[in-house]
């Protein structure tokens, strides 16, 4: 769940990313515990996967972050990152795997622009293989909507493939009024 190869904190071998990950999951179930109060405030249970930079090149659905967020206290006892691996079809196999009785998960992929093109690519993960009705299901099944705003940027890009959301020089959500969270609206 938590690397960077290039300044060397998880070993060569990953091995200490490894060690820590059970804890650090851990940890933000206990906090999402801690701090849920029903009506008032509500917390999930939930990670980042994000397969920046481990992706081959052109490979469908590159680049995209995906936030699993999990119905219930009933979760994985660990987390399956893009280091275990960067294609999103062994997140999902991973999830169907782990994620099971009252186990049930979400998983929203957001920053489609970082992909290239290829967010919702006809193909499976290596841009080659058509998807069949089989790998089509699983994916409507875990992944049934896509973010498409939030408040630095959104992820239809109508510069261009590939742009850096918070540089389109468009009005973000607050901008036009339509944050719920904003403090400009009355």
Request: aromatic residues 8%; glycine residues 8%.
């Given at each position: 769940?938590?690397?960077?190869?290039?300044?060397?904190?998880c070993g060569?071998?990953?091995?200490?990313?490894?060690?820590?990950?059970?804890?650090?999951?851990?940890?933000?179930?206990?906090?999402?515990?801690?701090?849920?109060?029903?009506?008032?405030?509500?917390?999930?249970?939930?990670?980042?996967?994000?397969?920046?930079?481990?992706?081959?090149?052109?490979?469908?659905?590159?680049?995209?972050?995906?936030?699993?967020?999990?119905?219930?206290?009933?979760?994985?006892?660990?987390?399956?990152?893009?280091?275990?691996?960067?294609?999103?079809?062994?997140?999902?196999?991973?999830?169907?795997?782990?994620?099971?009785?009252?186990?049930?998960?979400?998983?929203?992929?957001?920053?489609?622009?970082?992909?290239?093109?290829?967010?919702?690519?006809?193909?499976?993960?290596?841009?080659?293989?058509?998807?069949?009705?089989?790998?089509?299901?699983?994916?409507?099944?875990?992944?049934?909507?896509?973010?498409m705003m939030?408040?630095?940027?959104?992820?239809?890009?109508?510069?261009?493939?590939?742009?850096?959301?918070?540089?389109?020089?468009?009005?973000?959500?607050?901008?036009?009024?339509?944050?719920?969270?904003?403090?400009?609206?009355?």
């Amino acid at each position: 769940m938590i690397y960077k190869e290039d300044l060397g904190v998880c070993g060569d071998d990953h091995e200490v990313c490894d060690e820590y990950t059970p804890q650090v999951w851990d940890d933000i179930q206990s906090i999402a515990t801690e701090f849920n109060e029903p009506g008032v405030f509500t917390t999930l249970n939930a990670y980042e996967w994000t397969s920046d930079g481990n992706v081959p090149q052109g490979a469908a659905g590159s680049g995209i972050h995906r936030n699993i967020i999990f119905r219930n206290d009933t979760v994985p006892e660990t987390v399956f990152s893009a280091k275990d691996s960067p294609n999103p079809e062994d997140l999902w196999a991973w999830l169907n795997a782990n994620c099971t009785g009252e186990c049930e998960a979400i998983v929203i992929p957001h920053n489609a622009n970082l992909s290239q093109g290829t967010a919702f690519n006809p193909t499976y993960y290596d841009n080659v293989t058509p998807i069949d009705a089989a790998r089509a299901s699983t994916q409507q099944r875990l992944e049934p909507l896509v973010e498409m705003m939030q408040t630095k940027g959104e992820s239809e890009c109508k510069t261009g493939l590939g742009n850096v959301d918070e540089l389109f020089d468009t009005p973000t959500a607050e901008a036009r009024g339509i944050l719920g969270s904003s403090s400009q609206l009355v």
